[in-house]
């Protein structure tokens, strides 16, 4: 289980607190016309779909084959993004983004997730997350992980797995988002809870553990448990 979380540590260590309290990335589409700009450079994207390859190529089934499927990339605001000039251009000194990309990976279509941290002096921190439709923000997929590891250790003991010490979650899916919204959340967070799916690779066998995140007033809590149609 220790490397389904490993690049988790990696983030963190790099962010140095950076997401405490952040809103989920999800519920801040508007991005500034500095960001867009940064965000089309060729380099940049370069560098995206480099790091997104090298994710693919670390999965399970070893994707080397990783292509966009469109020409779409979504962006989600994970804390503000703050901008400063050099040499006559704009960079972005702090905060952070995901940007989503709608790719193509060994046939199958799949949506790749990277968070860029902005340093000072115009650098940049590119950290995958989990593929897949997640809604979960970075703190919160940290959070979630042991608890879906858990669950799906428990539909692998069921199918008899056996000396299985690797574990990894490889794809998430969001299935619903309630209608009703939650009595009191955290100011800027949606008040609509939400279920997930997400796959755990088992030494090459794929399980699922269902999550179900509902916003409270101290941020998002969460349940993983298995499917409905696992019990």
Same mark, same amino acid.
């Given at each position: 289980?220790?490397?389904?979380?490993?690049? =988790?540590?990696?983030? =963190?260590?790099?962010?140095?607190?950076?997401?405490?309290?952040?809103?989920?990335?999800? $519920?801040?589409?508007? &991005?500034?016309?500095?960001?867009? $700009?940064?965000?089309?450079?060729?380099?940049?994207?370069?560098?995206?779909?480099?790091?997104? +390859?090298? $994710?693919?190529?670390?999965?399970?089934?070893?994707?080397? @084959?990783?292509?966009?499927?469109?020409?779409?990339?979504?962006?989600?605001?994970?804390?503000?993004?703050?901008?400063?000039?050099?040499?006559? +251009?704009?960079?972005?000194?702090?905060?952070?983004?995901?940007?989503?990309?709608?790719?193509?990976?060994?046939?199958?279509? #799949? $949506?790749?997730?990277?968070?860029?941290?902005?340093?000072?002096?115009?650098?940049?921190?590119?950290?995958?997350?989990?593929?897949? &439709?997640?809604?979960? @923000?970075?703190?919160?997929?940290? @959070?979630? *992980?042991?608890?879906?590891?858990?669950?799906?250790?428990?539909?692998?003991?069921?199918?008899?797995?056996?000396?299985?010490?690797?574990?990894?979650?490889?794809?998430? +899916?969001?299935?619903?988002? @309630?209608?009703?919204?939650?009595?009191?959340?955290?100011?800027? #967070?949606?008040?609509?809870?939400?279920?997930?799916?997400?796959?755990?690779?088992?030494?090459?066998?794929?399980?699922?553990?269902?999550?179900?995140? *509902?916003?409270?007033? &101290?941020? &998002?809590?969460?349940?993983?448990?298995?499917?409905?149609?696992?019990?």
């Amino acid at each position: 289980m220790v490397g389904a979380l490993r690049h =988790f540590g990696r983030l =963190f260590a790099l962010g140095g607190g950076l997401f405490a309290g952040a809103a989920s990335a999800q $519920q801040q589409p508007d &991005t500034s016309t500095l960001l867009r $700009q940064f965000i089309s450079d060729p380099g940049y994207q370069a560098a995206v779909w480099n790091r997104a +390859r090298k $994710q693919a190529a670390a999965m399970p089934d070893h994707c080397a @084959d990783v292509k966009a499927a469109d020409e779409k990339v979504g962006i989600g605001i994970a804390a503000p993004v703050a901008f400063e000039k050099r040499n006559g +251009r704009d960079f972005p000194s702090s905060g952070a983004w995901i940007v989503h990309l709608n790719a193509d990976a060994c046939g199958t279509r #799949r $949506q790749l997730n990277v968070l860029t941290i902005a340093k000072a002096g115009g650098a940049v921190d590119l950290v995958p997350l989990y593929r897949g &439709t997640t809604r979960a @923000d970075p703190v919160l997929q940290r @959070d979630a *992980t042991l608890a879906a590891l858990a669950t799906g250790t428990v539909a692998a003991n069921r199918a008899d797995v056996k000396g299985c010490k690797s574990a990894l979650v490889v794809d998430t +899916r969001v299935v619903s988002i @309630d209608a009703k919204p939650q009595p009191k959340v955290m100011p800027g #967070r949606s008040p609509y809870a939400w279920h997930e799916i997400w796959t755990i690779d088992y030494c090459g066998r794929p399980f699922e553990a269902a999550i179900d995140f *509902t916003p409270d007033p &101290t941020g &998002t809590g969460f349940n993983a448990h298995l499917p409905t149609s696992a019990k």
